[in-house]
């Protein structure tokens, strides 16, 4: 385990740890150390729009809430709560999922939400507005994703994992309550950012576009 694994872990870390400041001091082979310190006041919104720079076609959005629910009818009910924060660039795309606080590499049910969040928002948005040509196809998450910018970071008083290495979890009810969330955030954001929803859905159009061509 070398110095990347380290700063890799330590900044997912302050991430999902808003305000927290993480030092970290690392002994070279030679004997000197490398210092860093990581902290993110606003955690996953100030990580996002650092990794959007200046350029971006739409600015950051940090939405929250918390549901409650169950997995399956014989099971206890449980809460979750999640934070999601999503913009939109040509320049870079970035899809990060963490849960109590643990970084998800394979998602699992909060990328599932996702992919069919967004398609089910752009699809909607899309055939609403005329935007679609005559007898074209619907878009796909690729088409979304390749100017996606999105972390998730969620907690959960139960949590299913998909085996032991834990990077990626399976509660179908937190499946359920971000799809659920995150299609009503994106019909928010459409109906309140009219210039903004113009904008990003042009780009995912010409994606689509440049795919299929």
Known sequence: ???DYFT????????????????????NDDGSFYEESYRYENGIKDYVDEFIGEEYI????LWSGERVGKDREDKP????KMQMCIAFSNKANMLEYYHNSSY???????EKATRSALVW???????????YTKNESKLNFQDVED????VINSFSTQTSYENQTKKAITNSFIQEAMNEFLRAQMQAFFAENPELAEKVS???LINKRSRES
């Open 202 to 204: 042009a780009q995912v």
């Open 121 to 131: 928002a752009f699809d909607n948005y899309l055939r609403n507005n005329n935007k």
């Open 77 to 80: 009910e449980y809460k979750v």
């Open 104 to 110: 998800l590499e394979y998602g699992g049910s909060p």
């Open 58 to 61: 739409s600015p950051a959005f």
């Open 8 to 27: 890799s872990v330590m900044r997912k870390q302050a991430v999902v740890n808003a305000g927290l400041t993480l030092n970290l001091k690392y002994q």
């Open 147 to 150: 100017c996606l910018v999105l």
């Open 1 to 3: 385990i070398g110095l």
